[in-house]
Nanobody
Framework: QVQLVESGGGLVQAGGSLRLSCAAS????????GGWFRQAPGKEREFVAAISRSGSSTFYADSVKGRFTISKDNPKNTVYLQMNSLKPEDTAVYYCAAANTGSVRLFVGDYWGQGTQVTVSS
């Protein structure tokens, strides 16, 4: 079983950037696909981005495509989410997830982190 810990959240002005990190322990992240989800107040959790085990394939929600980049450093057991051109509507708690199987287009998390808050001010 893998444990996930997110970091890098915070407060940023609209148009700014943040990089979230998701560090895995217990098992190597190379055994899993990685993904990011977010949940805004009063809304359901939504998919943001996913990356394959090897890091060669990625998939994004339309709302973040072209602004966010997911990447994976298997030797460091870490998945990243680089977020640029942030908007107030990106404000949410961001969760990292790891998946045993499945394509990046149908990513379903099997293991979850505790979440990190991202707040974008206008």
């Amino acid at each position: 079983q893998v444990q996930l810990v997110e970091s890098g959240g915070g407060l940023v002005q609209a148009g700014g950037s943040l990089r979230l990190s998701c560090a895995a322990s217990g098992r190597t992240f190379s055994a899993y696909a990685g993904g990011w989800f977010r949940q805004a107040p009063g809304k359901e959790r939504e998919f943001v981005a996913a990356i394959s085990r090897s890091g060669s394939s990625t998939f994004y929600a339309d709302s973040v495509k072209g602004r966010f980049t997911i990447s994976k450093d298997n030797p460091k057991n870490t998945v990243y989410l680089q977020m640029n051109s942030l908007k107030p509507e990106d404000t949410a708690v961001y969760y990292c997830a790891a998946a045993n199987t499945g394509s990046v287009r149908l990513f379903v998390g099997d293991y979850w982190g505790q979440g990190t808050q991202v707040t974008v001010s206008s």
